[in-house]
Structure formats: C-alpha cells, structure tokens
C-alpha cells in the first residue's frame, strides 16, 4: 500500500470513529480533490453499522485453493463452450454439405464429432458441479464474491464473449457486403453468436447483481 492510500485509509477511520457519515466523508475528501473511487474503495472498508468505533468489512483473501477451483471452473467453461459450437458447426455442415468439399461427410467429420461429444461429456459435468459448489460456498459466505481470480476470470470471460461477437459479426456485415450469403453460413453466424451472447449476458448480470448486494 502506497503512503497515500496509507493516509487515505487513516483519515476515513478517524473520521468515522469521531461521528461522521460515510456521505460526509465522501463529500469533503472529494472536496479535496481525492479521486472518487479511491475513496469509494476506502469507505467500502467499513460498513455503516451503529457502533462507537468503525468495523472493519472482512476483505478477500487470495488462496491458492480458490484460484484452483475458478481455474477449473472457467477451463471448463471455456472448452464446453468450444466443444459445442464445434459440433453443432459440423451437424450444420452434415445438413448443408459443401459440394467443393465431397470428402468432409466421411473420416473427418465423424472424428470432429466424436472429439467433440467426448469432450462435451466430459467438460460439461464438470463446469456445472463446480459451479454448484461455488454458488453454494458463495452463499455461506459472500465475501468471497470479491475474491481477485473471480473477478479477474469473470473480466477475463467477458472480454472473450465481446471479441468473439465481435468478430461474428464482422463476418456476418462481410459476407453480406460481398453477397456470400447461404443457410449454412448464417447458421454457423447464430450458432456462434448465440454461444458467446448467452456467457457474455449471463456474467455481466452476475456482476451487476454483486454491485447491488449489501
């Protein structure tokens, strides 16, 4: 911790142990010049609890258990994910055959499928039990929804989402500028688009949901 947030921190405990709101702090530190989430940051140290002295607020600690299981829990996520576009790519490509490429329904196609069914039986099962056991620890104590792999990982994964919907989408406007439109390729453009929108949609609302809680 740098001298200046060494002195931030010592302020705000001093002020709240004589009297004054978490609002009255924040308006003359800001006041002063400090920038608003340094002393959002220093505030959230201490809950607005009726008590002679300010309580400090449990912080989260970085333990090498928890960034095992967010390690598996994401790794698990990632190639689910990967996996099932895959296969649901060659099922279109089984559907819709490209008649420049008569070989891709034989021994190619077939391993693909395999490959990727086997790593969905795998990976699958494995993603939803941690996340289970993840949500239940969560529940028995929510301070962890702050720990540092979380969130780096949930950051990580959206930036992910976001690059691959965008680059969906940047073949979808190319092929449509350049008039190379078929049912196979706009399936292929749902399918990942879909994929990528549905983990984007769902960790930013678990991240708002923590910018909400107590």
Request: net charge positive; no cysteine.
């Amino acid at each position: 911790m740098s001298a200046d947030s060494r002195e931030l921190q010592g302020f705000v405990r001093e002020a709240l142990a004589r009297g004054a709101g978490h609002d009255a702090v924040a308006a003359t530190l800001a006041k002063a010049g400090w920038p608003a989430e340094q002393v959002g940051d220093a505030l959230s140290r201490y809950p607005a609890v009726a008590f002679g002295l300010p309580v400090p607020r449990p912080r989260p600690t970085l333990s090498a258990r928890d960034a095992f299981l967010h390690l598996v829990l994401f790794t698990a996520l990632y190639i689910s994910a990967w996996q099932l576009g895959s296969l649901l790519f060659d099922l279109v490509n089984l559907a819709f055959p490209d008649p420049s490429d008569p070989d891709y329904r034989g021994q190619w196609l077939g391993r693909s499928m395999r490959w990727s069914a086997s790593s969905l039986v795998i990976a699958f099962p494995l993603f939803a039990f941690m996340a289970h056991k993840l949500s239940r620890e969560l529940e028995r104590d929510p301070v962890k929804r702050l720990s540092p792999v979380r969130r780096w990982l949930t950051y990580m994964t959206l930036f992910l989402a976001t690059a691959v919907l965008a680059g969906d989408l940047i073949t979808l406007v190319y092929n449509v500028l350049g008039g190379e439109l078929s049912v196979r390729f706009l399936l292929k453009v749902l399918i990942a688009g879909t994929i990528a929108g549905a983990i984007f949609t769902f960790y930013l609302l678990d991240l708002r949901r923590e910018e909400v809680s107590p």
